[in-house]
């Protein structure tokens, strides 16, 4: 029988020690959800947060202007494309990829964010904060230009998160469980035919033969895994190793962890070895974007790279999808001097 998460009346944080877990049996029944549906227990030193609901939100000691707030941030989180055509440019929402309202373990929940940042990030090098980190999804995941720093939406989706991280403390010293898209180890070879059957068998019911993903009016059911309609080539998930940490721990939607290693694996790779709307980061030279970005980024990726079936170099183009523009203005590099 297939499980599905429920966060009703879940909140709290506990750091777990050896005997801490049973003596709490709301955040025992969470982690038991967990692990039956084929999640690690977490270990000993990891923090375990349950983010709280919105419902939770309605019996909160909060002054009623900062809740309005905070749901418009819920409600610009999980259906983003009303921001479609100003901000998003394609059929993606910020729940499209961070399940669960954003709360999802293995899911890469986007409260640790609230409470890791500001801090240096790899793929821009330099110090980011949270309005940044924000940022660079509507840059690169929904192919599109962020709200303006300190704009009514952006700080709306920002509340958001650090609602979710109600209770934990800022710049925690342990590890946070749950945190991310963890991939499972990466097989000794991956193959892009495997992949194609796996995807056609097991993703293709909803994300659509040609990975479209399906629509029904101005609403995204099921979000596109490639093509216009999709992230670009700077999207995190482009990542082979995100890609199958995501599928592993998600997919198919309702059945985490019923995929193996290798499916998981192959299926992430097939996946990355189609196209997409252009990195922003492009200077008009694919080979010379990729040698700007792979240390940072793109050696996880097939950006610039061969594809093996047909010779095609992936991402030698200056499509940008619906998108009108390549590089929004939030594209920039700190120096803070």
Same mark, same amino acid.
């Given at each position: &029988?297939?499980?599905?998460?429920?966060?009703?009346?879940? @909140?709290?944080?506990?750091?777990?020690?050896?005997?801490?877990?049973?003596? !709490?049996?709301?955040?025992?029944?969470?982690? !038991?959800?967990?692990?039956?549906?084929?999640?690690?227990?977490?270990?000993?030193?990891?923090?375990?947060?349950?983010?709280?609901? &919105? #419902?939770?939100?309605?019996?909160?000691?909060?002054?009623?202007?900062?809740?309005?707030?905070?749901?418009?941030?819920? !409600?610009?989180?999980?259906?983003?494309?009303?921001?479609?055509? %100003?901000?998003?440019?394609?059929?993606?929402?910020?729940?499209?990829?961070?399940?669960?309202?954003?709360?999802?373990?293995?899911? =890469?929940?986007?409260?640790?964010?609230?409470?890791?940042?500001?801090?240096?990030?790899?793929?821009?090098?330099?110090?980011?904060?949270?309005?940044?980190?924000? =940022?660079?999804?509507?840059?690169?995941? &929904?192919? /599109?230009?962020?709200? %303006?720093?300190?704009?009514?939406?952006?700080?709306?989706?920002?509340?958001?998160?650090?609602?979710?991280?109600?209770?934990? =403390?800022?710049?925690?010293?342990?590890?946070?469980?749950?945190? /991310?898209?963890? =991939?499972?180890?990466?097989? #000794?070879?991956? @193959?892009?035919?495997?992949? #194609?059957?796996?995807?056609? %068998?097991?993703?293709?019911?909803?994300?659509?033969?040609?990975?479209?993903?399906?629509?029904?009016?101005?609403?995204?059911?099921?979000?596109?895994?490639?093509?216009?309609?999709?992230?670009?080539? /700077?999207?995190?998930?482009?990542?082979?190793?995100?890609?199958?940490?995501?599928?592993?721990?998600?997919?198919?939607?309702?059945?985490?962890? @019923?995929?193996?290693?290798?499916?998981?694996?192959?299926?992430?790779?097939?996946?990355?070895?189609?196209?997409?709307?252009?990195?922003?980061?492009?200077?008009?030279?694919?080979?010379?974007?990729?040698?700007?970005?792979?240390?940072?980024?793109?050696?996880? @990726? &097939?950006?610039?790279?061969?594809?093996?079936?047909?010779?095609?170099?992936?991402?030698?183009?200056?499509?940008?999808? #619906?998108?009108?523009?390549?590089?929004?203005?939030?594209?920039?590099?700190?120096?803070?001097?």
């Amino acid at each position: &029988m297939i499980r599905t998460l429920s966060y009703a009346a879940l @909140s709290g944080t506990l750091l777990l020690s050896v005997n801490a877990s049973a003596k !709490d049996t709301t955040t025992q029944q969470y982690i !038991d959800t967990l692990t039956e549906l084929g999640y690690p227990a977490p270990k000993g030193n990891e923090l375990v947060h349950i983010p709280p609901t &919105m #419902e939770d939100l309605e019996s909160a000691k909060l002054h009623p202007e900062l809740k309005r707030v905070i749901r418009r941030g819920y !409600d610009l989180f999980t259906n983003t494309q009303q921001l479609r055509g %100003e901000n998003v440019f394609n059929n993606m929402n910020c729940s499209s990829c961070h399940l669960g309202e954003g709360r999802m373990p293995f899911s =890469a929940p986007v409260w640790p964010a609230a409470v890791t940042l500001p801090n240096f990030r790899g793929k821009n090098d330099h110090v980011n904060n949270l309005e940044e980190r924000i =940022a660079g999804c509507f840059t690169y995941s &929904m192919n /599109g230009k962020p709200p %303006e720093y300190g704009s009514d939406n952006m700080l709306a989706i920002s509340a958001y998160h650090q609602w979710l991280a109600k209770g934990v =403390a800022m710049y925690p010293e342990k590890p946070i469980y749950g945190r /991310g898209f963890p =991939a499972p180890d990466r097989p #000794e070879e991956l @193959s892009y035919a495997r992949g #194609e059957a796996a995807f056609e %068998e097991k993703c293709s019911v909803c994300h659509g033969n040609d990975g479209e993903g399906l629509r029904v009016g101005n609403e995204t059911v099921f979000p596109a895994t490639w093509g216009d309609m999709s992230n670009n080539w /700077g999207a995190g998930i482009v990542r082979i190793f995100t890609a199958a940490g995501f599928i592993k721990n998600n997919m198919p939607l309702g059945q985490p962890n @019923s995929l193996s290693d290798q499916e998981s694996w192959d299926i992430a790779y097939y996946m990355s070895n189609q196209e997409r709307p252009q990195d922003p980061r492009y200077t008009g030279d694919v080979a010379e974007t990729l040698k700007n970005t792979e240390a940072r980024f793109h050696k996880h @990726s &097939m950006y610039g790279q061969t594809r093996e079936t047909d010779g095609h170099v992936l991402g030698d183009h200056s499509n940008t999808g #619906e998108k009108p523009f390549l590089k929004p203005d939030s594209i920039r590099s700190r120096t803070f001097e």
